[in-house]
Nanobody, 128 residues
Framework: QLQLVESGGNLVQPGGSLRLSCAAS????????IAWFRQAPGKEREGVSC????????NYADSVKGRFTISRDNAKNTAYLQMNSLKSEDTGVYFC?????????????????????WGQGTQVTVSS
């Protein structure tokens, strides 16, 4: 099975930057799409970004386009989320997850039921 662990969350000022890491254990990491989700207090979990396992294509939620960059290093079994120009609205718990639906290598939306191997989450707080 694939197991994911997030790290890198911290307190940061508006306009600052932060880099999150998603470390994987398992032999299938390089083949599966990896997505980042976040959940703000009192809100539903939402998809932030996804990177495919087939061709490293990337997708971003409209709210983070131009500010966040997702990447992966298969040799290190790690995915990353570089977050720049952070806003207070970016505050929340950030999770990474692996796609388990058909076409597991592709990014095809952010339905939670399509993902598994959720990490424990890492807290990102952007001060006002």
């Amino acid at each position: 099975q694939l197991q994911l662990v997030e790290s890198g969350g911290n307190l940061v000022q508006p306009g600052g930057s932060l880099r999150l890491s998603c470390a994987a254990s398992g032999l299938i990491f390089e083949y599966v799409a990896i997505a980042w989700f976040r959940q703000a207090p009192g809100k539903e979990r939402e998809g932030v970004s996804c990177i495919s396992g087939s061709d490293n294509r990337t997708n971003y939620a409209d709210s983070v386009k131009g500010r966040f960059t997702i990447s992966r290093d298969n040799a290190k079994n790690t995915a990353y989320l570089q977050m720049n120009s952070l806003k207070s609205e970016d505050t929340g718990v950030y999770f990474c997850a692996a796609r388990i639906a058909p076409r597991y290598y592709a990014c095809s939306g952010y339905a939670e039921a399509d993902f598994g191997s959720w990490g424990q989450g890492t807290q990102v707080t952007v001060s006002s």
